[in-house]
């Protein structure tokens, strides 16, 4: 491989970066030879996917730090149906894991399930420890949440950023500045080996998504990436770091999230479209429940939460 004049002067990680690029370079001409017509997106995405699996296969046996997605959850409630202080409490604590919400309306500020911010850390999975990393950068992307699999001998195999539309519309975008170079990432710097996440959002459903040809998926994840910066700028991953992949959600219109979104745990006092499998069309006929149910039902109106209960258990002990 040959090179200029200033690449003996190039040590250490600036001569990685080097290599790097000559590499990706080589890589882009010899696909374009192999698939004629195959586009930027396609090889971004192969050439990502590639080297994630590279990079993991060197530090997978050595690695002792990662990033990992973390909140302080808002809510209170603990999960336990034995509970009577919190069983009727609506709002329950998130899982150690669910640091995303199960949905989401397109343009929507990424944040977990109980509205408290999201933040990356940069953990020592030995101690457990938040570790500090100068020059260290936190790089967001969205990738396809059913092509990822955890349970796969190498997951990051599986990864498939998606960074535009097919019609060429960055995935992933934030509101205030944004130091990522390619369009669909977001970049955060880590300080104290913790990113805050920007207020970031996802432009598009994931149903009505298209990439690679018209693909969709049914789910989106979030990737993080931990990043420097080589000698001109550019952004370049840091080996030993693993990154970290969140839990699965949707994106839809506000309008379809109002109807997705049913609460697990409602208040008393909810009316019964908050439930889940209850629509518009039973609410209102349990408005009039005697004239659907018959004249033997001790309730004329079932109108809420706590109304319904009450039939349930009427219909429990009049089988």
């Known amino acids: 491989m040959q090179g200029g004049g200033g690449e003996s002067g190039l040590r250490g990680q600036?001569?990685?970066?080097?290599?790097?690029?000559?590499?990706?370079?080589?890589?882009?001409?010899?696909?374009?030879?192999?698939?004629?017509?195959?586009?930027?997106?396609?090889?971004?995405?192969?050439?990502?996917?590639?080297?994630?699996?590279?990079?993991?296969q060197e530090t997978s046996g050595h690695a002792q730090l990662q990033l990992k997605f973390n909140h302080s959850c808002r809510f209170l409630g603990c999960v336990s149906q034995d509970c009577m202080l919190c069983k009727n409490n609506p709002h329950k604590t998130c899982g150690s894991g669910d640091n995303f919400d199960?949905?989401?309306?397109?343009?929507?500020?990424l944040r977990a399930r109980c509205e408290a911010d999201v933040?990356?850390?940069l953990i020592n999975h030995v101690s457990g420890d938040i570790c500090s990393a100068a020059g260290v950068e936190v790089q967001l992307s969205v990738i396809d949440g059913d092509a990822y699999n955890d349970a796969a001998p190498d997951p990051l195999t599986t990864v498939m950023e998606l960074h535009a539309s097919d019609d060429g519309v960055p995935l992933l975008q934030c509101y205030g500045p944004n130091r990522a170079l390619h369009a669909g990432t977001v970049v955060v710097p880590l300080q104290g080996g913790r990113a805050k996440l920007p207020e970031a959002f996802i432009t598009d459903k994931n149903d009505t998504f298209h990439f690679g040809g018209g693909a969709t998926t049914?789910?989106?994840?979030?990737?993080?990436?931990?990043?420097?910066?080589?000698?001109?700028?550019?952004?370049?991953?840091?080996?030993?770091?693993?990154?970290?992949?969140?839990?699965?959600?949707?994106?839809?219109?506000?309008?379809?999230?109002?109807?997705?979104?049913?609460?697990?745990?409602?208040?008393?006092?909810?009316?019964?479209?908050?439930?889940?499998?209850?629509g518009a069309i039973t609410a209102t006929r349990l408005k009039d429940?005697?004239?659907?149910?018959?004249?033997?039902?001790?309730?004329?109106?079932?109108?809420?939460?706590?109304?319904l209960k009450q039939l349930l258990e009427y219909v429990d002990t009049n089988r």
């Open 14 to 56: 600036a001569l990685e970066d080097y290599v790097l690029d000559k590499v990706k370079h080589f890589a882009v001409v010899f696909a374009q030879e192999l698939v004629p017509g195959i586009t930027q997106q396609q090889l971004d995405l192969a050439f990502s996917r590639a080297l994630y699996s590279i990079s993991a």
């Open 289 to 307: 429940a005697r004239a659907w149910l018959g004249r033997d039902v001790p309730l004329e109106c079932v109108d809420s939460v706590q109304s």
């Open 119 to 121: 933040y990356v850390d």
């Open 218 to 278: 049914g789910h989106f994840r979030l990737l993080a990436l931990a990043m420097r910066r080589d000698e001109l700028g550019n952004p370049v991953p840091v080996e030993g770091v693993a990154p970290a992949v969140s839990n699965a959600f949707v994106v839809k219109t506000q309008r379809a999230l109002n109807d997705y979104r049913k609460s697990a745990y409602p208040h008393y006092r909810d009316e019964l479209t908050r439930l889940r499998y209850i």
């Open 102 to 109: 199960e949905a989401y309306a397109d343009n929507q500020v």
